[in-house]
């Protein structure tokens, strides 16, 4: 955790020294996906669990860290979260949270300078195992921004889970997923 902290401050710090626009909106996406990997891994290692952990309160952590990384930029979208309990295996609870991270990385990019807005995050876990969760806000789409370039990034954390996603062309800011459950391990 303390390796990637130190990695995201020097991704902070170049992306203040950022000679243009592009260069320094680029760092500063670094930095949100290394803040991302160093929250994932806190909450799992500090959790004690060896098996499964909370993906409900990782997701709480990514999405209120994301938020309050975009500054000035979003200090006028109100962050709302409907979420439920959700637990998965330490395995899968990494690529989760970066789908959610991506997500919530979209929408904010979508939404930032846009207004008073709020941006919802909804997490549920089926009783099968499944977990849904869907990012939306509550916007014209006029008002919100090209979609950032999170969804390549989105598609592949969707394909390593097995994870079916959904997008709106219209509303850049809006995203669902619904991720199977884990495979049974068979026993030794």
Same mark, same amino acid.
């Given at each position: 955790?303390? =390796?990637?902290?130190?990695?995201? &401050?020097?991704? =902070?710090?170049?992306?203040?020294?950022?000679?243009?626009?592009?260069?320094?909106?680029?760092?500063?996406?670094?930095? @949100?996906?290394?803040?991302?990997?160093?929250? #994932?891994?806190?909450?799992?290692?500090?959790?004690?669990?060896?098996?499964? +952990?909370? +993906?409900?309160?990782?997701?709480?952590?990514?999405?209120?860290?994301?938020?309050?990384?975009?500054?000035?930029?979003?200090?006028?979208? =109100?962050?709302?979260?409907?979420?439920? &309990?959700?637990?998965?295996? +330490?395995?899968?609870?990494?690529?989760?949270?970066?789908?959610?991270?991506?997500?919530? &990385?979209?929408?904010?990019?979508? !939404?930032?300078?846009?207004?008073?807005?709020?941006?919802? !995050? #909804?997490?549920?876990?089926?009783?099968?195992? &499944?977990?849904?969760?869907?990012?939306?806000?509550?916007?014209?789409?006029?008002?919100?921004?090209?979609?950032?370039?999170?969804? $390549?990034?989105? @598609?592949?954390?969707?394909?390593?889970?097995?994870?079916?996603?959904?997008?709106?062309?219209? $509303?850049?800011?809006?995203?669902?997923?619904? +991720?199977?459950?884990?495979?049974? !391990?068979?026993?030794?």
């Amino acid at each position: 955790k303390n =390796n990637l902290q130190m990695v995201a &401050s020097l991704l =902070n710090i170049q992306a203040r020294a950022a000679r243009d626009e592009s260069e320094a909106w680029g760092l500063a996406r670094a930095h @949100d996906r290394v803040q991302l990997l160093a929250v #994932a891994h806190q909450r799992i290692y500090s959790s004690g669990e060896l098996r499964h +952990v909370r +993906v409900d309160d990782i997701a709480a952590e990514v999405a209120r860290q994301l938020l309050q990384s975009r500054g000035q930029a979003a200090k006028e979208i =109100n962050l709302v979260m409907d979420l439920g &309990s959700a637990r998965a295996g +330490v395995d899968r609870a990494v690529p989760l949270s970066f789908l959610i991270g991506e997500g919530i &990385s979209a929408a904010l990019d979508a !939404l930032s300078d846009t207004g008073p807005v709020s941006l919802t !995050l #909804a997490l549920r876990q089926d009783e099968d195992g &499944s977990t849904r969760f869907a990012i939306d806000a509550d916007i014209d789409a006029e008002r919100a921004r090209a979609a950032g370039s999170g969804a $390549r990034l989105i @598609d592949a954390f969707a394909r390593q889970l097995g994870a079916t996603i959904g997008r709106d062309p219209a $509303r850049p800011y809006m995203l669902w997923a619904a +991720v199977p459950p884990e495979p049974e !391990l068979p026993l030794d």
